[in-house]
């Protein structure tokens, strides 16, 4: 089935169920229960530590997409995971990933995205190919007894499918997107992501553990009251559908429209449409809409990173369209990106900031409480947890023990 098709299909059967929870009495998806979870999952250093060795250093990260290197020598730099990252593909059209450290003396190799068939260092000019081998370089009879086959670029574990990059920020063995994508892998696939090219993309610095930023994405509770002048004017509150793949998840709320397709049957219904919000673990948010024209995607995306300390994070956001089709011009995707990010920055963020710096003065016991209406945090700390083999710390107050 073709991919179009296939989102068609999933949007009408999401729609059905939109539809159903906004007939009188309203309802949602619900998560199965409440849970407890202590306050020092966010602020326990050790914590913190192995989810950056052991997540950020060992997990298949989200690089970018497909479309961003379309032909041997495009290349795309990725660096707020940690290490600096040099992903390119290669002659034979494979996406390879390298430390973007020159093996001569560690100067930054590559500093510009500009497609070319070498990787050229600005600090002596030695060169690479795009598989990592020293290609060239001035004065090589100096070097000769190196043996120049033994030098190449630090290469790291990348994969691609489904229009998407991952990479692992360690030497190590190759990454299994599709074991690692699982039953979402054809959700994604559908989403056809390998076709987007990004329009915009901006780097917040957050005062705050990254998991309480990645929070702010992944509920929709906290909409009508946070975002009761800018996001909710838009949407229906309180009804959202959770639809769960393995380690990753899916959300979608109905926008104002629908209320009017509970009048009309399903023949009146409007094809196509699909719009909802991917979390791909363990730090990515995908959100897939039409916001222009009703039918070609834009994405706004989100990955959050570990900061350099505990209390402190990163976050690329970005904006994408299809290349082939646009939605719109680049300055009414800019235009809609600003307002995302200021969105954000000035209402989740400050959340975010403000709850991490109330957090420092609470008691070491401390526990925060997740709801029905928040199962995919719940999903996604506990499985943060299991990836670094430190068990979420009990809790004691009432209710179920914990996550
Ligand atoms: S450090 Fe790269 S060529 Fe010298
Ligand atoms: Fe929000």
Sequence with gaps: MQAGRALADEWRSMQRRLVE???EPRSS???PGCARIAASTYTDPRR????RSTIFGGWPLLAGFSGELPEPGDRLLFDAAGPPILVVR???RVVRAFLNLCPHRGSRLVETCERSRRLTCPF??????LEGRLASLPHAAAFEDLGRDGIRLVELPAAELAGMIFVRTRPGPPIDAASHLGDAAPLLAALDLGSLET???NRLDLESNWKFALDTFCETYHVPALHRDSLSRNLVPHVTLFDHYGLHHRYSGPGLDFEALLERPESEWPEGGYQAVHYLFPNTTIAYTHAFDGHTPVVSMFRIFPGDEVGRCVTLGSTHRRSDAPAAS???IARMHAIVIDIVVNEDYRIAREAWRSLQSAPPDFELVMGRTEPLLQAYHRDLADAIGLPLPPTGGPGPERI
């Design 48 to 51: 913190f530590e192995a989810e």
């Design 199 to 201: 329009v915009c993309s």
């Design 124 to 129: 002596h000019a030695w060169s690479f190919d």
């Design 330 to 332: 680049d300055e009414e």
């Design 29 to 31: 998806d619900l998560g």
């Design 21 to 23: 929870h906004l007939r």
């Design 90 to 92: 290669g002659a034979d």
